[in-house]
């Protein structure tokens, strides 16, 4: 079984800020982690993805996360915010092959507000 | 050269009409799915397809019929609509090690059907 948990619905932060989401996973497997975005009337788009390789993550436009498997958590972070980051995030967990067919389980989002 | 497109982008219709929305990728994937998006962002797996075999079926009414022609295509019927069926519904594909999913998802751009 697995499951994902986004601590927070909606994050607002001023732009050139940091920014933190959180986001904590249980499975019985070892997972593959991953971060979404979706922009407006958009599609959703991988930021960044973890497969066992290295913890820290690094993604696209300065995004990176860290896979910390004594906490179960993989927050989504950023140094400094841009206005074009305003989205929803989605947190994703994916068990490695089992050898049998395992689904793709969806955190509930984080609404990101970027103030000027 | 859209990886994965879906069409319509919208339909308005009323209720008991029937409708499909048509899903196409040209990344050579072997499995592809079906996603709804509520209104507060939820995004619920309803089908996904391996290579035209449906490997997942959610607890989906049987007003909704996916079919999938070919591995590069999979559409969705959707007979006497209501109004709980207004949502978006995203199209993606993924390519799977083995039977196991990579969590490595691409989406389409989304069909937000409005149900009146």
């Known amino acids: 079984a697995q499951s994902v948990t986004q601590l927070d619905s909606h994050v607002s932060v001023s732009e050139g800020t940091p920014v933190l989401l959180r986001c904590n996973y249980s499975?019985?497997?070892?997972?593959?982690l991953f971060w979404y975005v979706q922009h407006p009337n958009k599609g959703l788009q991988l930021l960044l993805k973890y497969t066992s390789a290295a913890t820290l993550v690094k993604g696209i436009n300065g995004f990176e996360a860290e896979f910390k498997k004594s906490e179960t958590s993989f927050h989504l972070t950023k140094p400094s915010a841009h206005m074009s980051d305003a989205a929803e995030y989605f947190c994703?967990?994916?068990?490695?092959?089992?050898?049998?067919?395992?689904?793709?389980?969806f955190g509930t989002g984080t609404k990101l507000q970027v103030i000027p | 050269d859209t990886a994965v497109s879906q069409t319509p982008k919208y339909l308005v219709t009323q209720m008991g009409n029937d409708k499909s929305i048509k899903c196409e990728q040209n990344?050579?994937?072997?499995?592809m799915y079906w996603y709804k998006q509520d209104s507060k962002k939820f995004l619920k797996i309803m089908f996904s397809y391996n290579n035209k075999e449906l490997i997942i079926n959610e607890t989906v009414p049987n007003r909704f019929s996916p079919k999938s022609p070919d591995k590069a295509h999979l559409n969705l019927h959707i007979n006497s609509l209501e109004l709980g069926d207004s949502a978006v519904y995203f199209c993606?594909?993924?390519?799977?090690?083995?039977?196991?999913?990579?969590?490595?998802?691409?989406f389409g751009e989304g069909s937000r059907l409005t149900v009146l």
């Open positions: 990344l050579g994937h072997d499995t």
């Open positions: 499975s019985s497997y070892s997972p593959s």
């Open positions: 993606a594909s993924s390519q799977e090690q083995g039977r196991g999913p990579t969590g490595e998802l691409f």
């Open positions: 994703v967990v994916s068990p490695q092959w089992t050898g049998g067919y395992q689904k793709v389980t």
